[in-house]
């Protein structure tokens, strides 16, 4: 059994470009979140899904950032038109419902 | 609103030495849980142990203890004989029973010196 995975791992883009970010959960976890941690900081809930429905977003989530789990498998966050403030390591988790949240290795955003 | 409070932004200390990190939370629900989460340089955050609301009994697990007191809304955990490897930042964490998104605290870097 292999844990979460997120792909790509870092990330280098230019202020304005647009980049999204996959999560493959543990299989059989209906339950997937994402989070965002900026440097020094603990991890602040974005948005979580079960199964396919995306339940709950924070208002951190802006009107550029979009996130999709299609077949309530894997997930993707895009962020649009990115800005510097954006930076911040992105992570995703999944669970069973009520359970503890395994997290992935995170993918790390630069914006330039 | 939830929120958790780690007031150790940063700890050192000797190898061997016992070390507690401590944790206070602030929440309106009667049902709720706590986390505690390791996160090593290598950047992936680690589970530790989860508790609910209803369970007030504290936890050994090897050097790792947890000392959870609803009364004082404090989640303390302790590490006996600590070795260089404990070297992470922790993090308490706080969910509600329903969407159970975690509320983090800002973190504990805790350093174990040779």
């Known amino acids: 059994d292999t844990g979460v995975s997120q792909d790509p791992r870092h990330k280098i883009t230019k202020r304005g470009q647009n980049v999204t970010f996959r999560c493959d959960p543990i299989s059989e976890h209906n339950r997937l979140y994402w989070y965002r941690q900026t440097l020094g900081q603990g991890p602040e809930f974005l948005t979580y899904f079960q199964n396919e429905a995306q339940l709950e977003k924070s208002r951190l989530l802006s009107d550029r950032f979009s996130a999709e789990r299609p077949k309530g498998s894997f997930s993707t966050l895009e962020i649009q038109r990115t800005e510097q403030g954006d930076s911040a390591m992105y992570l995703c988790?999944?669970?069973?419902?009520?359970?503890?949240?395994?997290f992935g290795p995170g993918t790390r955003l630069t914006v330039t | 609103a939830q929120k958790v409070t780690q007031a150790q932004t940063e700890i050192s200390v000797v190898e061997k030495e016992d070390v507690t990190l401590d944790c206070v939370y602030e929440?309106?629900?009667?049902?709720?849980?706590l986390f505690w989460y390791k996160q090593p340089p290598s950047g992936e955050l680690v589970f530790l142990i989860r508790?609910?609301?209803?369970?007030?009994q504290n936890e050994i697990s090897g050097r790792y203890s947890w000392n959870f007191q609803k009364s004082t809304s404090s989640f303390n955990f302790t590490i006996t004989a600590s070795q260089v490897v404990d070297s992470a930042v922790y993090f308490c964490?706080?969910?509600?029973?329903?969407?159970?998104?975690?509320?983090f605290g800002q973190g504990t870097r805790l350093t174990i010196n040779p």
């Open positions: 508790r609910n609301s209803f369970d007030e």
């Open positions: 964490a706080l969910s509600d029973p329903g969407a159970q998104k975690l509320v």
């Open positions: 988790a999944s669970s069973p419902p009520v359970y503890e949240q395994y």
């Open positions: 929440t309106r629900d009667t049902t709720y849980y």
